[in-house]
Nanobody, 126 residues
Framework: VQLQASGGGLVQAGGSLRLSCAAS????????MGWFRQTPGKEREFVGA????????YYLDSVKGRFTISRDNAKNTVNLQMNSLKPEDTAVYSC????????????????????WGQGTLVTVSS
């Protein structure tokens, strides 16, 4: 499956952005999805994940209550709604996919993911 992320940009602290990830070339509903972020000089960091069915989600502690992952299997898209953004959320955000045998399994380790999108830059100004 190929992934294309979009929706990044510049936003003031406290603002919101919605990232989207469009998938093609595979059966999207067979894949669990994740969002990761990376800043220069740091390891790629898990942000959140969603199961194949969309019924199970999991988030990095620092984004819980502010970020929400959702998916639309009919449209082959997964979204990351980011509210109450903070300067420390500034990073390149990437979506990733992993084929999942079970409908409610989520994956939090970056090494579990086999397919990656190109990333979209989110900059939060103070």
């Amino acid at each position: 499956v190929q992934l294309q992320a979009s929706g990044g940009g510049l936003v003031q602290a406290g603002g919101s952005l919605r990232l989207s990830c469009a998938a093609s070339g595979g059966t999207f509903s067979s894949y669990a999805m994740g969002w990761f972020r990376q800043t220069p000089g740091k390891e790629r960091e898990f942000v959140g994940a969603i199961s194949r069915s969309g019924g199970n989600t999991y988030y990095l502690d620092s984004v819980k209550g502010r970020f929400t992952i959702s998916r639309d299997n009919a449209k082959n898209t997964v979204n990351l709604q980011m509210n109450s953004l903070k300067p420390e959320d500034t990073a390149v955000y990437s979506c990733a996919a992993v084929w999942a045998a079970y409908t409610d399994t989520i994956y939090v380790r970056k090494n579990d993911y086999k397919n990656w999108g190109q990333g979209t830059l989110v900059t939060v100004s103070s």
